[in-house]
């Protein structure tokens, strides 16, 4: 059974940071790109930032760039997003998600196949 579990959310005063983690078990994961998404409150769910399976190549939405930075360690099954300068506009409920890019360097998947749960970030004012 596929699992993939996120950790690290909290409550955090703007400036502040955060590390997510999300732990992935169940199968091996070569070749699965690694994403974050994001759903505050009332609006749509919103991409972060993603990472292929080598982690030569990642990818973030413009509104977290040079705060946010994601990795993995294949070794651990990890992916990580380390969160710095938050703001309150980065509330919300954050997710990983994995899909099949078929290669090692690649971002580009069909469909992200398999979820996490979810893990909640507040930032305050």
């Known amino acids: 059974q596929v699992q993939l579990v996120e950790s690290g959310g909290g409550l955090v005063q703007a400036g502040g940071s955060l590390r997510l983690s999300c732990a992935a078990s169940?199968?091996?994961?070569?070749?699965?790109?690694m994403v974050w998404f994001r759903q505050a409150p009332g609006k749509e769910r919103e991409f972060v930032a993603a990472?292929?399976?080598?982690?030569?190549?990642?990818h973030y939405v413009d509104s977290v760039k040079g705060r946010f930075t994601i990795s993995r360690d294949n070794a651990k099954n990890t992916v990580y997003l380390q969160m710095n300068s938050l703001k309150p506009e980065d509330t919300a409920v954050y997710y990983c998600?994995?899909?099949?890019?078929?290669?090692?360097?690649?971002?580009?998947?069909?469909?992200?196949?398999?979820w996490g749960q979810g893990t909640q970030v507040t930032v305050s004012s």
């Open positions: 169940g199968r091996t994961f070569r070749n699965y790109a």
């Open positions: 998600a994995a899909g099949n890019a078929q290669s090692d360097f690649s971002l580009l998947v069909p469909r992200w196949d398999y």
């Open positions: 990472v292929s399976w080598s982690g030569d190549y990642t």
